[in-house]
């Protein structure tokens, strides 16, 4: 596998493909060509705060979310204050299936996913799902996020512990009952079956690679959207798996 496992490109590919991306186009992990995004804050959905939302116990707590590609997903969670990790992966089906070629089949019942770990003194699960719904992922689009289908590309949340999935339910009731978006919310609440880190090469891609295409025009306006709409849970220097030179 490259180092770059989804594209490999070239730098006169990559050129090309800043061009299209300046003519109103944009490829998709896969190399399909999709109308691109803004580059600018992405869609803020301003959601209202969590009506249930107990404490916790001491830190630190994990939670998991599926939504979309994880590299956009793990690249907000890691500029938010008082999360200490996330971890791109896998969650949804069986250990053994929890390789990216077979994930990418769409019939492993794994999502890409992100495990993030935090501390509930800082930042509250609650909270965590106002950013996933705000800023992270569109609950509307089944099975879809962005220019990415399939299964793996689902958004589910799978609460680690009973109290996680009691208030995840009730925040998509709340938000279903608010009307804030044209479609119904399809993001489920799935049952916790653990979670797979993915290969190395995916982690902490969105801080190694933040000129890269697909980051550029689906992911670092999700970060700009978290700045923007949760100034005080922003931090600008994220916290990675590994260290980035």
Known sequence: MTDVPHRPIIAGIAAALLLLAAAGTMTTRSGAIAPAPRVDAGPIVRVPTPAVDPAEAAAPQTAVFAG??????????????????????????RQGDAQYESVG?????????????YDPKVVSYGTLLRIYFAVVADPTT?????????????????????????????????LGATKLWK???????????????????????????????????NDLPKVEALRV?????????????????
């Open 68 to 93: 979309g590609c994880f590299w956009g997903v793990q690249g907000v969670f890691q500029h938010v204050k008082g999360v200490s990790s996330a971890v791109s992966g896998y969650s949804g089906g």
């Open 105 to 117: 089949s769409g019939t492993t019942g794994h999502a890409e996913a992100v495990k993030v770990s």
């Open 142 to 174: 089944l099975n879809r996020q962005g220019p990415d289908q399939g299964t793996q590309y689902r958004t589910a949340i799978f609460p680690t512990t009973p109290q996680q999935a009691q208030t995840a339910s009730a925040y998509i009731a709340q």
């Open 183 to 217: 479609a119904p919310i399809v993001t489920k609440v799935e049952r916790y079956r653990g979670f797979f880190a993915a290969e190395k090469y995916h982690q902490d891609f969105l801080t190694r690679k933040p000129d890269y295409p697909y980051i550029v025009y």
């Open 229 to 245: 709409a949760f100034p005080n849970y922003f931090r600008k220097a994220p916290v990675t798996v590994y260290p980035v030179s």
